[in-house]
């Protein structure tokens, strides 16, 4: 099973900034849509962020918008999630799925082993 490859977490005060990259070891995951999500302890996986196969399309959830932005580098074969202004609530494992539609959350796979993400208050 192919696998994407997060990075980039950390222990940060809140109100800091932390950018986190997802790399595909293969050049045919250029073609599908991309999606950070985190999971807390207790708590379901849920979509933080997403961005479809062209780059021209992007969706987050309520909690992060205006403080997070996800893009990607084709050339890299990498997405980054750019983390500013972040909140203790910000904490979580966070990872990056592949998908065919980068509207459908049920439809990611390609799971990495995940980053964690820790802000302290």
């Known amino acids: 099973q192919v696998q994407l490859v997060e990075s980039g977490g950390g222990l940060v005060q809140a109100g800091g900034s932390l950018r986190l990259s997802c790399t595909a070891p293969?050049?045919?995951?250029?073609?599908?849509?991309r999606g950070w999500f985190r999971q807390a302890p207790g708590k379901e996986r849920d979509l933080v962020a997403a961005i479809s196969w062209s780059g021209t399309s992007t969706r987050y959830m309520d909690s992060v918008k205006g403080r997070f932005t996800i893009s990607k580098d084709n050339a890299k074969n990498t997405v980054y999630l750019q983390m500013n202004s972040l909140k203790p609530e910000d904490t979580a494992i966070y990872y990056c799925?592949?998908?065919?539609?980068?509207?459908?959350?049920?439809?990611?796979?390609?799971w990495g082993q995940g980053t964690q993400v820790t802000v302290s208050s």
């Open positions: 293969e050049r045919t995951f250029s073609r599908f849509a």
């Open positions: 799925g592949a998908s065919s539609d980068y509207m459908d959350s049920v439809s990611y796979g390609f």
